[in-house]
């Protein structure tokens, strides 16, 4: 049932440019791939794959680009892809054989009767170019890592929330107030989402980063637990690196059961798909839980083959619950 539920929404895809990022998406984001494919409104799951699809793109910029000069090459063609989306003259300039994200986001932005905020594509960018985070260690306290994930993560979320709310404003019968309140809560739970997801990224991304000399642990916590950089290099298995995957797993596990809590509101209850991001982000604190919270465990960097099943039928059973 699961692959004909996924199917009935990739057969959605039949122009070239969504294929693309429709297999962009599953090779480089697979996660989030999964859970775009079961938003129920149409119009804002293309958005999702778009939007997903450019924030990838963005920030695979720097492990993809050669040099300090490429690098901001790219960053200024995705600059300048959002300006000209943005502005009437040169929007129709983006066509079908444009770039397939940009031209996929032009398409999305159209279709939504231009509620995507530019604001939120810009954050999106410049989280990303920005002196200190393109820095090797570019945190120092917690403060720091949530108000990166403020700007890069949460954004994603509110650019889907804008694209339902073109959906749920053109109910005549629902106030402009009402709309509004019920996008300030989607926000509310989405901003949560984001902080959990940033968090497991991060203790995903340690084996990663370390790679290439970055790492992106809070250099607070570092300290707290007498953990090195040298440490992580090594992948050495130590009380301190478990400790820090504890306190960073705890964060990310709080701001899931604030998002969990939020998503009872029956407000919000016809949005739920929007935040299916909520089930995988859970099932990674279970296993690295599992692990002992030993972030280089092999498994935990090895794809879940039952991953597919576990969002199809913790998302039905979640919207069960709350009804």
Request: one cysteine or more; charged letters at 25%; glycine letters at 2%.
């Amino acid at each position: 049932m699961l692959c004909i539920e996924c199917l009935r929404y990739a057969l959605n895809a039949n122009d070239l440019h969504f294929t693309y990022y429709f297999s962009f998406r599953r090779k480089y984001d697979y996660e989030n791939y999964l859970c775009s494919l079961l938003i129920e409104q149409s119009s804002v799951r293309r958005t999702a794959f778009a939007v997903r699809s450019f924030n990838v793109e963005v920030a695979q910029i720097r492990d993809l680009a050669i040099n300090d000069i490429a690098t901001q090459f790219r960053f200024q063609f995705w600059i300048d892809i959002v300006n000209d989306i943005f502005d009437e003259k040169k929007s129709g300039t983006i066509t079908s054989g444009s770039q397939p994200i940009a031209y996929e986001l032009n398409k999305c932005y159209l279709t939504s009767n231009k509620s995507l905020s530019k604001k939120w594509f810009k954050s999106l960018i410049e989280s990303r170019n920005s002196d200190i985070n393109l820095s090797n260690f570019p945190f120092s306290t917690l403060k720091d890592l949530e108000t990166y994930f403020d700007h890069s993560l949460s954004p994603v979320f509110y650019l889907i929330n804008e694209a339902a709310k073109s959906i749920y404003t053109s109910n005549a019968t629902k106030s402009s107030s009402r709309s509004s309140t019920l996008q300030l809560k989607l926000d509310h739970i989405g901003n949560h989402v984001a902080k959990a997801q940033g968090y497991a990224n991060i203790l995903r991304g340690i084996s990663h980063n370390a790679k290439y000399g970055r790492c992106y642990i809070p250099t607070e916590m570092l300290i707290k637990h007498k953990l090195s950089f040298e440490d992580l290099l090594r992948k050495l298995q130590t009380q301190a690196v478990k400790d820090v995957c504890f306190e960073l797993a705890t964060s990310s596990h709080q701001h899931l059961e604030k998002a969990k809590a939020l998503c009872k509101d029956k407000d919000v209850h016809n949005w739920l798909s929007l935040f299916i991001p909520i089930i995988p982000i859970d099932r990674y604190l279970r296993r690295l839980q599992q692990s002992d919270f030993n972030a280089f465990d092999s498994k935990l960097m090895r794809r879940e083959g039952s991953l597919p099943l576990r969002i199809w039928t913790n998302f039905k059973l979640m919207k069960y619950r709350l009804k």
